[in-house]
């Protein structure tokens, strides 16, 4: 920080974080019943962190809602609810429980059924049901080309369903946040950060993140080219198929089936910077979701994918 | 290892950021640009490369070489169209600085997405094709460039490789642009580099083929451009965006420092209350601050329990900020509903939401020749000078001394959507200082000497519904029952009043908005006024509506079906639409928006015009409005 009369200038993440806070506040002042989703990863590690930061000295004073695939890694699933505990924040979960009677999961139907039915289909259940007006998500535009369109406070019908080609114009930090009855906001407080900026802020503020993001021996089994982990005995093991230890973390967490590790000695947040920096593929690579077909995001998100 | 991880963190962490857009019209290479900035920045993955690769030789239109462009125009739509529809957020860094860049689109249609990018960017870089020199999307980006604040401007004179380097067209634009520059801000600093973006000449290294350009690179000018310049001394601005009540003993005040520099002890002053007190703490997370700076988002308490709201504004109580109502500014309209002065809109500056109503539209300016022109309304696109009126008293500040306190976006009050961004210029009058002049004689009064509410029943419906009979009917049982009232018809106010005005769309908005205002003074001399008027459009009407006070517009649907209308014809004027001589009339060549919550529902085919008339009568026993 350097001081100049009254005048400073503001550092790269200083700016990003007054930006982040600037947001959270006027959700809340403007909707009627906001929430923030906790997918329990990175990103939402750092928006909890700056939500505990923008409403301080209140608690963050709307709930938190985490969509459980019932695939998710069991330690993102410890982690959650001991983070939920310590902090004392009300979190909600949500099953798509016609789903899990029908029983979808990522083996039997596929990654894409999977994520739509448990995943998008869930999250819309949960945002009806409560009647949420507003919803935080952690999505940043460098991760994916259609993000990188998408505005800030982003407007969904009635129906959910966001249309790239007619967004309100936003202007300055002037966000429009009005919706009529049934329609909602999107809303990215984390739109203009990077995966850099993301790990850097965790250093700096010392943020609590799921362990899996460490490099350790872990037991993987490798599968079109992506290692798996043999996170409990619903993986099923093809032919020739062996699980195998291996020093292997994550760049990205979702449902343990969809989400390769890579192999990595880094096992503390200097060395995954260190790791990010030599880095050539993007994060996203590990998710089997996203190549499905090439706007397949954009396709996802207009029928209502975070 | 990790010491130098520490050293590279510590050296990130102090690196600035530089915000800009790319600008300038279609084809001109804005989206090959920054995929150049971001290939050369070694930012593009390998990943990344591979999907680029394959979808340039799929639907490039760079033949087998790699199309940059398809980097950022994301949206399947745009690769589809080859064109860029909405702004691109992209992220890169150099040893220097990091950089966020919007990717505008070049197409006139889409120049509220093209404005929604230069919101923010500290920079513009204008691109110009060296075959076509400067065009009018070229002057109409430079004017929102300027509209918006942006002080620097980077001209970048692309695709000199297909002009064989020639430097007498790198000069011949660069003048163009600096005399047309010239009429815009005076205060801008404008530089001109020749490249190609193609190519990579002039981008990160300096182009060997252009030895006569001596200047310096895209890229060094990006690098070391001052980003937050001395601006002059700020006294002390915030916003509250949020006020913070955890428990009984604490209630402070959140929001974003929008100007100078705050320390506990300091004496503040609230706006539009005009309390005084001092700052006890300013509150963060990380502990409490000695001295706060604008773009700071923190919290404080005062010494003194005074009452402050969100939307208020907390500033140094020795230079507090001017309240006012009615301000003279400047519009952006994004919508493709033109703008007509009289309308209703929301609007939201810093972090107040009030009412607003354009009441007068000065001039249109024009894009090419910067001349102002007369104008009754303002189709998408076009910027012009207004005068505007709020509901209530807001503190501003000129654009030109503070972005956040002199900005304001325009928001329909149906559908939601942000239609028009504007900035203010000044204060019509100082609102603070003009005392409202309270009359001893009151609407009250009034009213209650004629034992009676004053009101306005809105007769609406199509032409021939019957309104003129209806409220004909209805007027003289009120005038029998010695109550005080009076008509105003659409077609005896358009002898008078409104005789200077025609049937377009501007006109008859102007048209509604004369007899919502003459209601207005007749309900405040305590009348109960009926208006008969077609009224067919439901914003106009609820223009009237938010005239008056709660529970005083009584809107009387007269629900006739068009073929019934029709037939009655009682003026011949369904026959001269038919046949084509009048155009615009409503129910043939221009809608009826049918209200949709209209107090009362009179269906008149199935009742004479006594029994509707007895409706509306009943309606306003029931509401009190005779028995006062």
């Known amino acids: ?306 | 290892m990790n010491a130098s991880i520490e050293q590279y963190l510590q050296e990130q962490a102090a690196k600035t950021t530089l915000r800009f857009l790319t600008c300038g019209s279609v084809d001109d290479g804005k989206s090959t640009l920054i995929g150049r900035l971001l290939y050369d920045s070694k930012l593009i993955f390998d990943d990344q490369l591979a999907a680029l690769e394959a979808d340039s030789k799929r639907v490039g239109t760079q033949g087998q070489d790699i199309d940059f462009a398809l980097l950022v125009d994301g949206l399947a739509a745009e690769r589809e169209q080859g064109i860029t529809i909405d702004v691109a957020y992209r992220y890169f860094a150099t040893d220097k600085r990091k950089f966020v860049v919007a990717d505008c689109p070049g197409h006139e249609q889409y120049t509220r997405n093209m404005a929604t990018g230069a919101s923010g960017a500290d920079l513009a870089v204008m691109m110009v094709d060296a075959r076509r020199g400067i065009l009018t999307q070229t002057k109409r980006h430079s004017y929102i460039v300027s509209l918006f604040g942006i002080k620097e401007v980077l001209v970048a004179v692309n695709k000199m490789d297909l002009v064989n380097y020639d430097e007498s067209i790198f000069r011949i634009i660069e003048e163009e642009y600096r005399e047309f520059a010239s009429g815009l801000a005076d205060d801008a600093n404008i530089v001109c580099v020749p490249i190609s973006a193609l190519k990579g000449d002039n981008i990160t290294e300096a182009s060997r083929a252009m030895p006569w350009h001596d200047g310096i690179t895209l890229m060094d000018h990006l690098e070391t451009v001052d980003v937050e310049p001395g601006e002059e001394i700020h006294s002390f601005r915030l916003p509250v965006q949020w006020v913070n009540r955890p428990n009984l003993d604490f209630r402070g005040f959140s929001g974003t420092i929008a100007g100078g520099v705050v320390r506990p002890g300091d004496e503040i002053m609230a706006l539009p209350s005009g309390q005084c007190s001092k700052v006890e703490r300013i509150v963060t997370m990380d502990g409490d601050l000695e001295q706060a700076t604008r773009m700071d988002a923190v919290t404080i308490t005062l010494e003194d329990e005074i009452d402050i709201s969100r939307g208020d504004v907390i500033c140094a109580a020795q230079d507090p900020l001017q309240l006012t109502d009615q301000l003279s500014v400047h519009l952006l309209w994004m919508h493709d509903d033109e703008l007509f002065p009289g309308r209703q809109y929301y609007l939201k500056s810093g972090n107040r939401t009030v009412s607003c109503v354009v009441t007068d539209l000065k001039h249109r300016v024009s894009i090419n020749s910067l001349e102002n022109h007369a104008a009754k309304k303002l189709s998408l696109n076009e910027v012009g000078v207004a005068n505007v009126s709020l509901s209530d008293k807001i503190a501003f500040e000129p654009f030109g001394d503070n972005r956040s306190l002199g900005s304001f976006i325009l928001i329909d009050k149906q559908t939601n959507g942000t239609v028009g961004v504007g900035l203010f210029d000044f204060s019509l009058r100082r609102a603070d200082n003009v005392v409202w002049q309270v009359l001893d004689v009151n609407k009250s009064r009034r009213s209650d000497l004629k034992h009676q509410k004053p009101c306005v029943i809105w007769m609406t419906g199509l032409s021939g519904s019957g309104k003129s009979t209806i409220a004909n009917i209805l007027e003289g049982q009120l005038h029998a029952m010695h109550r005080h009232t009076y008509t105003l018809d659409g077609d005896n106010v358009r002898h008078g009043l409104n005789r200077d005005l025609g049937f377009t769309e501007a006109d008859r908005v102007e048209n509604i908005r004369r007899v919502g205002e003459t209601s207005r003074l007749m309900v405040d001399a305590g009348l109960i006024t009926i208006v008969a008027f077609i009224s067919p459009f439901r914003t106009d009407r609820r223009m009237v509506r938010n005239l008056m006070d709660a529970g005083e517009f009584i809107e009387v649907f007269v629900d006739t079906p068009l073929e019934v209308c029709e037939q009655r014809d009682p003026k011949g004027l369904y026959r001269k639409a038919r046949a084509g001589e009048i155009s615009n009339f409503t129910g043939i060549g221009s809608d009826y928006e049918r209200p949709a919550h209209a107090e009362v529902h009179l269906h008149t085919e199935d009742m004479s015009p006594e029994d509707a008339a007895a409706q509306v009568m009943a309606y306003l026993e029931e509401r009190g409005i005779l028995s006062s």
């Open chain 1, 1 to 306: 920080m350097q001081m100049d009369g009254d005048l400073r200038t503001h550092t790269h993440l200083e700016r990003l974080e007054a930006e982040s806070i600037y947001i959270m506040r006027e959700v809340m002042a403007e909707a009627e019943n906001p929430v923030m989703l906790y997918s329990v990863g990175k990103d939402s590690s750092v928006m909890l962190h700056l939500a505990l930061k923008a409403f301080y000295p209140s608690k963050p004073p709307f709930p938190f809602l985490h969509v459980d695939t019932t695939w998710k890694f069991r330690e993102m699933i410890e982690f959650r609810d001991q983070r939920a505990e310590e902090l004392d924040i009300g979190l909600i979960v949500h099953i798509n429980e016609e789903g899990v009677q029908q029983g979808i999961g990522p083996f039997t139907h596929g990654s894409q059924v999977h994520t739509d039915v448990m995943k998008t289909r869930a999250l819309k259940q949960a945002l009806d049901k409560y009647k949420f007006d507003a919803a935080f998500g952690g999505a940043r535009r460098d991760e994916e080309k259609s993000r990188a369109k998408e505005r800030v406070f982003s407007f969904r019908n009635a129906q959910h369903r966001w249309d790239p080609k007619n967004q309100r114009p936003e202007l300055w930090d002037l966000y429009n946040g009005r919706v009529r009855n049934g329609e909602s906001m999107r809303v990215f407080p984390l739109s203009n950060w990077t995966e850099l900026d993301i790990w850097q802020y965790i250093y700096q503020e010392n943020i609590p993140i799921v362990p899996l993001y460490f490099a350790k021996m872990r037991t993987v089994v490798e599968r079109d080219g992506m290692l798996i982990l043999v996170d409990d005995d619903r993986l099923p093991l093809g032919e020739g198929e062996v699980p195998e230890k291996k020093l292997v973390r994550f760049r990205t967490l979702g449902c343990y089936p969809l989400t390769g590790a890579v192999e990595s000695r880094a096992d503390d947040l200097p060395g995954i910077i260190q790791e990010m920096l030599v880095a050539r593929t993007s994060e996203r690579e590990g998710r089997a979701i996203d190549h499905d077909e090439s706007a397949s995001m954009e396709k996802k998100k207009q029928e209502g994918y975070f």
